[in-house]
């Protein structure tokens, strides 16, 4: 039952006795207490159909707050000037990952231009000189949509290898291979909603891959951040899945295309594991920073990563040859 009809339904009980209210002995605070008694009871007699509908509103509100920092994304998705630009990206608060192998928080430990350097070294010959071109484009979409960055790039390049001029047998074109009514569709919407131009989608690369990214989104939204639903959905089509789903059918499973796609998530990652593998973590990080023991010093010469007591921090260190544990 909908909030109006129990509404509608009190109303009908107090019009109901309106009559009775005319008479002397029902005036003032009689009147009152005989309508907040009627709403009372038809706050507990439907008291389940209110609780419905407060979740609906509390989902409703979800769902206008993550709609308001989709358009916050996409209002700063066009080019920044090089002096305004942060110089490093931040993954830390992204919905969810496609695949849980690699720490995306660290990426904000090196520059931009090292970070895309770290992932171009991943990509085969063929494709580093499209991809040179496309890395940064990807990284910032998925960066202010909240995006798993190689998620985004696993399925660009499972999608067309990086080629902005890829065109399918069925019409899908460009680096994320849209199709045309699907990308009419969606550039409309945020050309209506964010004013944001991305029409141009079929022959310009950089919008196809910003209105991409913002496809992955609405798919992960619609899929309550599954990565796996939300890729095979970009695949074969929302109404596919959604089929598939309501007749509790399997989806995802022995699918190639989502094998490729993870295929794809592995390689591109590789360069990043091994980078960071090699690299200590910040200080702030560590153990020793993070639950240091009582009475303890720091000893510059050794990196700020050992933890030294102090009645050995007195003594020569070098000399001495001691052990001491190391905090990473």
């Known amino acids: 039952m909908k909030i109006n009809q129990v509404l509608d339904h009190s109303m009908t009980q107090i019009k109901s006795v309106a009559n009775y209210l005319r008479a002397p002995k029902y005036t003032g605070w009689s009147s009152a207490f005989l309508i907040i008694g009627l709403l009372v009871t038809n706050i507990f007699v439907y008291k389940d159909d209110i609780y419905e509908i407060s979740n609906d509103l509390e989902k409703s509100i979800n769902f206008l707050q993550e709609d308001i920092e989709i358009q916050r994304g996409l209002l700063e998705l ?8 942060l110089s490093r990206y931040r993954f830390d608060t992204i919905a969810g990952k496609f695949a849980n192998v690699v720490d995306l928080k660290r990426a904000s430990e090196i520059s931009k231009s090292e970070l895309e350097e770290v992932i171009l070294s991943t990509v085969p010959k063929n494709m580093k000189e499209n991809a040179k071109v496309f890395i940064p484009v ?9 995006l798993d960055p190689f998620w985004v790039l696993a399925i660009m390049w499972t999608e067309s290898h990086f080629n902005p001029k890829a065109k ?19 550039s409309r919407f945020v050309l209506r909603k964010y004013n944001i131009d991305l029409t141009s989608f079929k022959n310009d ?28 959905a970009y695949n ?15 989806v995802g499973v022995r699918n ?10 592995r390689y591109l990652t590789r360069g990043y594991k091994k980078y960071f593998s090699t690299l200590p973590y910040p200080y702030e990080y560590t153990l020793a920073a993070k ?12 990196f700020n990563f050992l933890e030294v007591p102090k009645r050995l921090a007195k003594n020569k260190i070098e000399n ?4 001491l544990p190391v905090f990473l």
């Open 78 to 85: 066009s080019p920044l000037p090089s002096a305004t630009r």
């Open 138 to 146: 990807a990284l910032e979409s998925a960066e202010k949509l909240r």
């Open 168 to 186: 399918s047998w069925v019409g899908a074109r460009g680096p994320m291979q849209i199709m045309p009514k699907t990308g009419a569709y969606l």
């Open 205 to 232: 690369p950089f919008a196809n891959i910003r209105l991409g990214s913002f496809y992955l989104k609405v798919l992960l939204r619609v899929h309550k951040y599954d990565h796996k639903y939300a890729t095979v």
């Open 236 to 250: 074969m089509g929302q109404g596919w899945v959604k089929k598939r789903l309501k007749n509790n059918r399997p």
């Open 256 to 265: 190639r295309y989502l094998n490729k796609v993870r295929r794809s998530y």
């Open 291 to 302: 639950s240091p023991i009582t009475e303890t010093a720091y000893e510059k010469k050794l």
């Open 320 to 323: 001495k040859k001691l052990k």
